[in-house]
């Protein structure tokens, strides 16, 4: 509780760009944040994601390929996805559902469909420090001492472990 945790998920790629992530981590190790990559590291890109993890800050988090990616975007204060190639990304529209605040590139391929859902990274690292905390600093809907009254019925194993999931989420720290 005491970090805030930002999260990217996708293949280790040049055109996901998760370079500009690093360096604005870079810019982060004095704050209370921690950045968590969830993604492939295949093989035939390891020229591009080799040298940015022999650079790696502290608070940068690899994680790897994940089939429980709900649970990271369930914990996760921000999504950070700054990809250069994109046309309609799966993983904002996870975040969006997740009700997570969002950082990407205004790509022509959006067509301004992130317009009001997201703030937009710049190619300068100290710009998009800046637009990173002024996001975690904005109020949030929740309240701390809010309580959601979960109804359901689980009649069967598999229904009673996706509201088990939904529910509980680890900790990160």
């Known amino acids: 509780p005491k970090f805030k945790h930002i999260?990217?998920?996708?293949?280790?790629?040049?055109?996901?760009?998760?370079?500009?992530?690093?360096e604005v981590a870079k810019l982060c190790t004095n704050e209370n944040i921690l950045f968590h990559f969830v993604g492939?590291?295949?093989?035939?890109?390891e020229s591009y994601w080799k040298p940015l993890?022999?650079?790696?800050?502290?608070n940068c988090i690899i994680h790897g390929?994940?089939?429980?990616?709900?649970?990271?975007?369930?914990?996760?204060?921000?999504?950070?996805?700054?990809?250069?190639?994109?046309?309609?990304?799966?993983s904002l529209k996870e975040a969006l559902a997740h009700n997570l605040k969002l950082i990407t590139k205004n790509?022509?391929?959006?067509?301004?469909?992130?317009?009001?859902?997201?703030?937009?990274?710049?190619?300068?690292?100290?710009?998009n420090k800046k637009i990173l905390i002024d996001l975690?600093?904005?109020?949030?809907?929740?309240?701390?001492?809010?309580?959601?009254?979960?109804?359901?019925h689980c009649n069967n194993l598999?229904?009673?472990?996706?509201l088990q999931r939904r529910l509980c989420y680890r900790d990160w720290e």
């Open 65 to 90: 390929e994940k089939d429980n990616t709900y649970d990271y975007y369930a914990a996760a204060d921000l999504f950070y996805f700054p990809s250069k190639f994109e046309l309609n990304p799966i």
């Open 53 to 58: 993890l022999n650079t790696l800050p502290s």
């Open 7 to 22: 999260l990217h998920v996708g293949l280790f790629t040049e055109g996901k760009n998760q370079g500009e992530i690093i």
């Open 136 to 152: 975690l600093n904005e109020n949030n809907d929740k309240k701390e001492d809010e309580i959601t009254i979960v109804l359901a």
């Open 158 to 162: 598999s229904r009673q472990n996706l």
């Open 107 to 127: 790509l022509e391929t959006y067509e301004g469909y992130y317009d009001t859902r997201a703030r937009y990274s710049t190619d300068n690292p100290i710009e």
């Open 40 to 45: 492939n590291m295949a093989g035939n890109f």
